[in-house]
């Protein structure tokens, strides 16, 4: 019997008929099988490998066993009604030394996927870039290499001419302004870089490639829906001061607008970080005229706000986030603030950039602790979290933002970078020693949502 608690009478009606539902995921947090069938190594693979960068030690190399399971899942994903997959491509699965002689293997695993998810009755949506980008071109420098662009968009090629008769929905990127920042600046996540220097060409790079990746899509399959994603957060001062206020808007700047903006047009927002005058160098003649891609939609990820106050310590933007937890806030299991309007705010804050057309959910989320019980699990604050921030989106809707789907992050716990496998995002519950799945309330609950 299914679990019948949230019975709320809320469901996806109230959103209009053409709104797009979907779940995400990503291919590095679900494939495993790192070294299978010709695969080379991610940037994650050798990351993970080395002490201290994972918690618990964890690493990616089995992951969900989605390269062995895809047909299960897929399947869950059809049980809970849900009308599209978002998943993304290892490019060194494709193309194992990131560049050079492709792998059949890898291209008839893709085609696997998106063959059975339109068997299944689900729309493919795949995303080129979701942050494992080949090991071998890490060592010849990575997004810092101008070369990069060449590589990527000769990747993007492969996978439009292989997979674009079937796959009519794609994203570029993932989250440059993560995988730079994160990968590049602070050296959190792969490759462990540090610095202006790493994450100002990275990030000017990545926006080229992105753009660049784009052309070559519209080319390729005209008629596809094409779109990128940006992870946002909600930025609130922490006080009326004036200075607060300041830090504040340097920190929306570099967090939520550094990497859309040049791509809608506007450039980047020197005015605001100065700091970032200094990407002036990597810039060639001609670049900013092509920074710009009239994309179909625009994908944003959001999870949180965050408040921020000024810090004569923190180089660069002179800002710094006042912890969730020390706000005594309810939290996830992240230590991220609950705080469904911040979804709201951002659809906002996107909506007002008229080069938009189309404004996609592409990931919201939580992760909360997990307690089986008889077989089952009794998520009521994830049930809470997603169905609070919905409730935001149609808010956003109402008010006739140019907002028009929703996908849920993510189907299945999966590895969740440098936090490992602790937090569990998923719908769907994994043990990762024997790869047992069980389907969590919150996913019996937006199987109701969704159904007919």
Not at 390 to 395: K, N
Not at 403 to 411: H, N, P
Not at 416 to 441: C, M, S
């Amino acid at each position: 019997m299914e679990p019948g608690i949230h019975d709320k009478p809320f469901n996806k009606n109230l959103f209009g008929d053409d709104f797009i539902w979907g779940v995400s995921a990503a291919a590095p947090q679900i494939e495993g099988a790192h070294n299978a069938d010709g695969k080379g190594e991610s940037i994650w693979d050798v990351f993970a490998a080395k002490k201290g960068n994972i918690l618990n030690g964890d690493t990616p190399y089995k992951a969900c066993d989605f390269y062995h399971r895809y047909q299960s899942d897929i399947d869950l994903i059809k049980k809970l009604n849900i009308p599209n997959f978002r998943f993304s491509i290892s490019w060194s699965r494709i193309l194992p030394n990131g560049t050079g002689e492709t792998n059949q293997a890898g291209i008839n695993f893709y085609n696997r996927i998106i063959d059975y998810c339109l068997k299944q009755g689900i729309e493919p949506w795949v995303t080129l870039y979701h942050w494992d980008l080949p090991q071998a071109l890490e060592a010849r420098g990575g997004w810092t290499n101008r070369e990069v662009i060449t590589w990527f968009t000769k990747y993007v090629d492969i996978c439009a001419g292989q997979f674009g008769d079937r796959v009519k929905h794609w994203l570029v990127m993932n989250e440059p302004a993560v995988f730079t920042g994160a990968g590049y600046f602070f050296g959190i996540h792969a490759p462990g870089k540090t610095g202006l220097k790493n994450f100002l060409p990275a990030a000017h790079h990545a926006v080229l490639s992105m753009v660049e990746g784009a052309r070559v899509l519209r080319a390729s399959v005209p008629k596809a829906q094409i779109g990128t994603t940006f992870s946002c957060s909600y930025i609130e001062p922490n006080s009326g001061k004036k200075r607060d206020i300041a830090a504040a808007n340097r920190a929306d700047a570099f967090i939520n607008r550094m990497f859309i903006e040049p791509a809608i047009g506007l450039g980047y927002p020197v005015t605001d970080i100065p700091a970032l005058r200094k990407i002036a160098r990597y810039i060639q003649p001609g670049d900013m005229d092509n920074l710009k891609f009239d994309f179909d939609f625009i994908g944003i990820q959001n999870y949180t706000r965050e408040i921020v106050k000024y810090s004569f310590f923190t180089p660069y933007v002179n800002a710094s986030l006042v912890k969730a937890k020390d706000r005594k806030v309810p939290l996830t299991e992240m230590g991220w603030e609950v705080y469904p309007p911040a979804i709201y705010q951002v659809i906002k804050k996107f909506n007002g950039y008229p080069q938009i057309k189309k404004i996609l959910i592409t990931e919201n989320g939580a992760a909360f602790p997990d307690i089986i019980n008889d077989g089952s699990i009794a998520d009521a604050d994830r049930i809470g979290y997603l169905q609070s921030n919905l409730e935001q989106v149609l808010r956003a809707k109402k008010e006739e933002c140019r907002v028009g789907g929703y996908f849920i992050w993510t189907l299945t716990d999966n590895f969740e970078w440098a936090e490992g496998y602790r937090p569990r995002f998923g719908l769907i519950h994994v043990d990762f020693n024997t790869q047992q799945r069980i389907i969590k309330d919150s996913g019996y609950w937006y199987a109701r949502f969704l159904s007919p």
